[in-house]
């Protein structure tokens, strides 16, 4: 019997599917799929409502690969988006690191930059559109004044609102340049000049190499440019600067984290978890503003204690575990979440889920009983160890295999396909992979 769930808008139960098949989080439509992680949810909520009162948020997701750390960001953006804050996210891989030399660490800033997103703009790319509605809103406020839109105070009113709000950010590190690029910004933007607008958009993208480079496209020397160094001083800045704007803060998702343990070079690893403690000191210890930091990563990326972050004194003593912390106790107020295995119970929702969204999208029913999902659940858990590492991706890419079997073969009985699945199981070794599940709740602050 196939689960009744709301409808799907096609689009994104496409993308949904597909990305359920290939063993990968979705970037949209995360909540249709979500089942369990109702207390993970409910504490990076708190952790969003502490930034929307000005304050800042730090937060480590651990989990091994496949056990949701993915879908809980992408779970945790939707809901940032909805409720007003901006959000960046960004893969870390051996390009794009904390720090670096040759451009590593600005290239983590250009890719959080490039996913920069907002309700209107969810997808990305939505800086040009978040300064261009700042401007019509200090405009908005200038027309309200009773000030005749033609006339030489107008302009004058509208420029010292955008600067009266960027004056509060050029005390900070980077801030005298940030705001003097976005009033050339603005300036292009009210004289329609394109070109210009592109330029600034550049530098504050992080996009210029060289500060000839940006003098010689914005027509002004900076004395900085988004660099290894400061990239994440911008972010700062960026943080601050959406508040004063009228957004709830800004939301950084850094995943694959994994990444930075993998690195080989000690003394380069080091300088990444450098960045990382600054970074954590900075949004804990009140020096940060309207900002919130997630980050995800594997067991052995924070617990390795030779190339882990326990690896370096500073964090393992700001991140190990009290003395007084079990296993079976849950504590969510920290700055570490551990995921947990989904109940089985969870598991067999997010198999009903799936096939109701999967009759949905091929106009079919599968005809399966509750009891045939949970024969299916339990030969996946009978597997050696299943009981404590089995993940939802694991089991949902076998899962969407036997559904895409099941319709393509009409005359094959689930029992049998699920019989021959087994078979090929017990012959050749499995491997893990990685997704994940939740089940929405109406968390509102």
């Known amino acids: 019997m196939v689960e009744q769930t709301q409808k799907v808008p096609k689009r ?29 949810v409910a504490a990076l909520l708190r952790d969003l409502e502490a930034v929307n009162e000005g304050s800042a948020a730090f937060r480590f997701l651990i989990g091994p690969y496949g056990s949701g750390k993915s879908f809980l960001i992408q779970l945790i953006r939707g809901y940032a988006l909805e409720r007003g804050f901006i959000t960046a996210d960004a893969d870390l891989t051996p390009e794009r690191r904390l720090y670096g030399t040759y451009g590593s660490g600005v290239a983590t800033y250009r890719e959080l930059m490039k996913n920069l997103s907002c309700r209107v703009s969810p997808d990305g790319g ?12 200090v405009r908005e406020s200038v ?51 394109d070109e210009m607008r592109s330029s600034c958009i550049r530098w504050l993208r992080g996009e210029f190499s060289t500060r000839n480079d940006a003098k010689r496209e914005l027509g002004f020397s900076v ?4 660099n290894d160094e400061n990239w994440y001083d911008f972010i700062k800045l960026w943080g601050e600067l959406f508040r004063l704007i009228g957004y709830r803060g800004l939301i950084v998702f850094l ?14 690893r080091e300088n990444n978890y450098e960045k990382i403690l600054a970074m954590f000191n900075d949004t ?48 969510l107020i920290g700055p570490v979440i551990r995921l947990r295995r989904l109940s089985d119970d969870e598991l067999l929702a997010l198999l009903q889920r799936v096939t109701s969204l999967y009759a949905q999208q091929y106009n079919w029913d599968p005809n ?21 590492m089995i993940t939802p991706r694991e089991v949902l890419r076998d899962f969407m295999t036997v559904l895409n079997l099941m319709m393509q073969n009409p005359d094959v009985s689930f029992e049998k396909i699920v019989g021959l699945q087994q078979a090929a199981a017990e012959e050749a070794p499995r491997v893990p992979g990685s997704s994940e599940a939740f089940d929405p709740d109406d968390i509102q602050f």
């Open 12 to 40: 994104i139960l496409n993308n949904l599917l597909a990305s359920v098949a290939a063993g990968v989080v979705p970037r949209s439509g995360a909540p249709y799929l979500a089942i369990g992680r109702k207390e993970e």
């Open 126 to 137: 939505a800086l040009p559109g978040i300064l261009a509605r700042w401007i019509d809103s």
């Open 143 to 193: 027309l309200a004044e009773g000030e005749d839109p033609d006339s030489p105070m107008f302009a004058y009113k509208l420029k010292q609102g955008i600067r009266a709000i960027l004056h509060q950010v050029e005390s900070q590190v980077g801030g005298f340049d940030f705001a003097r690029v976005i009033i050339r910004y603005y300036e292009a933007y009210t004289e329609g000049d």
């Open 223 to 226: 004395s900085v440019i988004v």
């Open 255 to 268: 995943d694959e984290c994994v990444n930075l343990y993998k690195i080989s070079n000690r003394i380069s």
């Open 284 to 331: 804990l210890q009140g020096r940060a503003s309207g900002l919130g930091i997630v980050m995800a990563g594997t067991p052995q990326f924070l617990e390795d204690t030779r190339r882990g972050l326990f690896s370096y004194e500073a964090l393992r003593s700001r991140l190990c575990d009290s003395r007084f912390q079990a296993d079976d106790f849950v504590n």
């Open 368 to 388: 399966l009983k509750d009891e045939d999902m949970s024969g299916f659940l339990m030969q996946c858990l009978s597997r050696a160890g299943a009981e404590t």
